[in-house]
């Protein structure tokens, strides 16, 4: 069984708040990756990070979304100002050194944007 | 442009029965398949994977999937499946340049008791 925890679970904002969820990778899992699940189980790909840097991103995150994987704190990803659209599954994810070619999931963080 | 695409939204069959779900991939060098599992309010749980060797891998719970280069395949199958299989099933591309995992839309297995 995975060993990545997010919080919150849940998490409910009003249009234009904040919203920011936290991941906990499993230990000495240097690789974290983020991605968003919308209702329709399309899988979105935020970002990921070696240790405490960025391998890549896609250009939304760069505008609203940001992103960190602090040593020794929880990685954690931030909307700037939620958007409707913005409703859905957030997922993290670790990979072990060796074998970044599996993914272990968190349970994820739901976000609804009202 | 790498995709992965599942072709059923949703299958159904009795306990017992064997069942097949089918991925198909398009990307030109080599990748790492796998499939994972997401049971309802839950994360994605990992199966198993393929890169190179015996086209057929075995995972956890009697899954097996079977790679074939020439139908730019990587389907799922299992012998006899179970209730407690009843769940989402995602297959997942990653090319060795390692950037990210593409997934496809998910197959719901609904199993009958």
């Known amino acids: 069984n995975s060993k990545v925890i997010q919080t919150p679970r849940y998490l409910v904002k009003g249009q234009g708040q904040k919203a920011k969820m936290r991941c906990i990778p499993e230990?000495?899992?240097?690789?974290v990756f983020w991605y968003q699940q919308n209702k329709n189980n399309e899988f979105k790909f935020l970002i990921n990070f070696q240790n405490q840097e960025v391998l890549q991103q896609i250009d939304m995150t760069e505008k609203r979304f940001s992103a960190e994987c602090p040593s020794n704190s929880p990685c954690s990803l931030e909307i700037q100002s939620s958007e409707a659209g913005d409703s859905a599954l957030y997922l993290c994810?670790?990979?072990?050194?060796?074998?970044?070619?599996?993914?272990?999931f968190g349970a994820g963080t739901r976000l609804s944007v009202l | 442009t790498q995709t992965v695409s599942q072709s059923d939204a949703h299958v159904t069959v009795f306990e017992g029965d064997s069942v097949e779900l089918r991925c198909n991939y398009s990307y030109g060098g080599s990748i790492y398949l796998s499939w994972y599992i997401q049971h309802h309010g839950h994360g994605l749980q990992f199966l198993l994977k393929y890169y190179s060797g015996n086209p057929v891998v075995q995972g956890v719970n009697g899954f097996e999937a079977e790679f074939s280069k020439s139908d730019s395949s990587f389907h799922l199958r299992k012998a006899s499946v179970h209730w407690s299989d009843s769940a989402v099933y995602f297959c997942?591309?990653?090319?060795?340049?390692?950037?990210?995992?593409?997934f496809g839309k998910g197959t719901s297995l609904t199993v009958i008791p």
């Open positions: 997942a591309a990653l090319n060795t340049g390692y950037q990210n995992f593409y």
């Open positions: 230990k000495g899992h240097p690789v």
């Open positions: 994810a670790s990979s072990p050194r060796g074998s970044q070619n599996t993914l272990y």
